[in-house]
Structure formats: structure tokens, C-alpha cells
């Protein structure tokens, strides 16, 4: 059986849970780059000149385009996880080509599989588009660059004169409006990954985060004024009114009536 997962905000990453005996037959290769998971059982890949045992708790990493085999010990058993990411979106959002990286496998300790079941528990349920990129941005630059070691490029000249600080005043002053992280890139003039990276270093919280909490803040001062929950969520930039009960209680662990 084969459980395909999709998120609204995510719609560069398709998630394939593979349950025994459902899995590729052939030889095959895939357009986006992919992430495999062994969930249950093991199995031998067949990539190129490389033969490589994979067995639970390993993760497989495999460039777009790479023809690959798949031959589990107990077909009856084995069960994998695929997570495929457009290879458009990974150029756009780490500066670099990710047809030039090699096939590699690499163990997951208790550490590292924290990171994947969170984010992984997660995926179907984020509701907000900027947290949604965020956090895979995060996930993702968390396999390439500290699970398979690849160097992160250098990054080009600075194509925008906006600093962090000016993004922040960005968001200061546009809190209210949809503020994707392609909108902030645009403006620095750096890779989604590099804002993201710097922005959490200079101000301790994602873009994300430094903007709900922006939101939460000035929804505060409305509602003491007493305006309803309803009215604030719309005047604060919240997609709804539950999104906004949900927030607020997250960051001030209150809701908003009491």
C-alpha cells in the first residue's frame, strides 16, 4: 500500500509512505531530489556504481535523476518513507543546483530522529504559509548540510541593500499582510535559507515567529480595548479566528477571552 501526503502550503514536497509489499520493481529514477527513510525491514540500493544496505533508521539521500533499484531482504516487511522536493524550489531556496550532489546514506540517532518524526508529525498540519516554509527550509537544510555534510556555497553579492534589521522593520510596519519568505528574500537580496539562517541569529526567532508574535502583541492591545476575538483576528492578520485562538494561547498561554 502506498500513502501519498500533501500539504496546501507546501506545494514543492510530496511525502510517499511505502508499506509492504508496495514499492518499485524497476529501476527508476525520480524528477525531484528525494530523501529515503527506511521505516521497517532493510533493503539493498542500486545506484549507479554504489551498492548500498539500508536498514531502519537510515536515510538515503538521491539527486534528481539518479536511476535507482530498490531490492528488500522481506519484501513482506520492508516499508520506507520518500520525501521528494522540487528541485526548482531547493536551487531558489539554497543557491545551489541539486543535480550536482551525489548519492549518499547516512545513520539517524536518537537526536536526529526527534528532528525527523517532529517535523514529519507536522507536515499535513501546518496551517500558515510562512511557518510551513520555515520550518521545512529548517528541515531540510538540516539533512544537507549537517546530516550529509555537503558545503553550503558561497553566497553571491547581496543583490538587495536591505539588512536584517530593515526586514525586521519590514515586518514592524506590514504585520498585518500575508508576508511570504520569498517576499524577505526579494528585499535582502539573499537565498530563503541564508535570510532564514540570519534573521534567527540576529533576533533568536524565525521570521515566522518574530511575526506572530508582532501579531499577538498588538492583538493584546485590542482586545483590552475590548474589541472581539473575531475582529482582532481579522485586524491583526490571522487567517481566521480559531488560527488566532490557536496562536495566542501558544504564545501568551492564555486565550484571548480569558
Given amino acids: 500500500m502506498t500513502e501519498i501526503l500533501r500539504n ?7 511525502l510517499k509512505k511505502n508499506h509492504a509489499p508496495a514499492y518499485p520493481v524497476r529501476r527508476h529514477s525520480h524528477e525531484e531530489l528525494s530523501f529515503g527513510f527506511v521505516e521497517a525491514g532493510s533493503s539493498t ?4 556504481a554504489l551498492e548500498l544496505e539500508m536498514a531502519v533508521n537510515q536515510v538515503m539521500l538521491l539527486p534528481p535523476g539518479a536511476v535507482h533499484l530498490c531490492q528488500p531482504s522481506e519484501k513482506g516487511r520492508f516499508s520506507s518513507l520518500m520525501l521528494h522536493v522540487d528541485p526548482g524550489w531547493v536551487a531558489r531556496a539554497f543557491g545551489f543546483d541539486p543535480e550536482t550532489l551525489s ?5 539517524l540517532g536518537k537526536k536526529e530522529l526527534h528532528a525527523k518524526e517532529r517535523y514529519f508529525s507536522s507536515f499535513v498540519d501546518f496551517d500558515n504559509p510562512l511557518e510551513a516554509e520555515s520550518d521545512t527550509l529548517d528541515f531540510i537544510g538540516w539533512m544537507l548540510f549537517g546530516l550529509f555534510n555537503i558545503t553550503l556555497p558561497e553566497s553571491p553579492p547581496d543583490k538587495g541593500s536591505h539588512t536584517m534589521s530593515q526586514i525586521k522593520t519590514f515586518m514592524d510596519e506590514n504585520y498585518t499582510e500575508p508576508i511570504q519568505l520569498d517576499d ?3 528585499l535582502a537580496g539573499k537565498s530563503k535559507f541564508s535570510l532564514l539562517r540570519q534573521f534567527s541569529s540576529a533576533f533568536k526567532l524565525t521570521p515566522h515567529a518574530y511575526l506572530t508574535n508582532q501579531r499577538i502583541n498588538h492583538a493584546k492591545k485590542r482586545l483590552l480595548e475590548g474589541e472581539s476575538a473575531a475582529q482582532t483576528a481579522v485586524a491583526c492578520g490571522f487567517f481566521d479566528q480559531s488560527h488566532f485562538i490557536k496562536s495566542f494561547k501558544q504564545y501568551v498561554g492564555l486565550s484571548p477571552s480569558d
Fill in 8 to 14: 496546501p502550503h507546501l506545494p514543492f514536497i510530496e
Fill in 45 to 48: 540500493i542500486f545506484c549507479k
Fill in 103 to 107: 548519492v549518499q546514506a547516512t545513520g
Fill in 184 to 186: 524577505l528574500a526579494a
